[in-house]
């Protein structure tokens, strides 16, 4: 199955070129607030993409998804997955998906280091093989621009209890944008981010096959 990866569009998604393939991947932050109208544009173009599915989480800056969980259920359109701590199977693929990181000022879908984050990273299921989180483990696809790492300590210790997972897929710190193998060499981690840091441009989409 070949997947197309993007994170941290933040209102900008229809700027990115789309590759073709069989699964379209959002790791979170595509909108920047509380504006319903942007949300429910975002949706319908994330759902007329021809990619046969497509699968959404929510970030810390998709604020109307923590305060107005039910209204934006019923947002999601037809054809595409939306997971908060949660799981659905494609094609045979065991996927989780999860919006939570570690506390940073006041977003949203945030919570404070140790067993707040850790509670919520052991309801991942042992035998997930594609996990979809916002946020970085600690020490990998997390680097900011000061140098810190700056990822979830418990999220990366409970990676390494997946026995099955192949392929971690967050966003959320944009200078850490990149493909980067595991030190296990048993998963792979990308950080999808779209939008950079540094500059006004944008990331490509990322593309596996998986």
């Given amino acids: 199955m070949r997947l197309v990866l993007v ?24 909108s920047s607030g509380w504006q319903l109208e942007d949300v ?17 989480i929510a970030g810390n800056h998709d604020r109307c998804f923590e305060a107005l969980p039910e209204q934006m259920l019923q947002l999601i359109p037809e054809g595409v997955i939306y997971l908060q701590d949660s799981a659905c199977e494609l094609e045979g693929i065991r996927v989780w998906g999860s919006p939570w990181t570690p506390r940073f000022f006041d977003f949203s879908f945030m919570l404070s280091r140790g067993e707040p984050l850790a509670e919520r990273w052991r309801r991942i299921p042992d035998d997930v093989e594609l996990l979809i989180t916002h946020g970085p483990p600690h020490g990998l696809a997390d680097q900011t621009s000061t140098g810190e790492h700056v990822g979830c300590e418990d999220l990366k210790q409970r990676l390494q209890q997946l026995p099955q997972l192949r392929l971690h897929v967050c966003g959320h710190i944009h200078e850490g944008y990149g493909i980067y193998p595991d030190r296990s060499g048993r998963h792979t981690t990308v950080n999808a981010s779209s939008c950079r840091w540094a500059d006004p441009g944008l990331n490509p989409p990322l593309v596996l096959d998986f």
């Avoid at 994170?7 to 595509?30: K, M, N, Q, W, Y």
């Avoid at 429910?40 to 759902?47: D, G, I, K, M």
């Fill in 7 to 30: 994170s941290d569009t933040h209102g900008r998604h229809e700027e990115l070129v789309l590759p073709e393939g069989d699964c379209l991947i959002h790791a979170g932050d595509f």
């Fill in 40 to 56: 429910a544009a975002f949706l319908q173009w994330f759902a007329g993409q021809p990619h046969r599915h497509k699968l959404l």
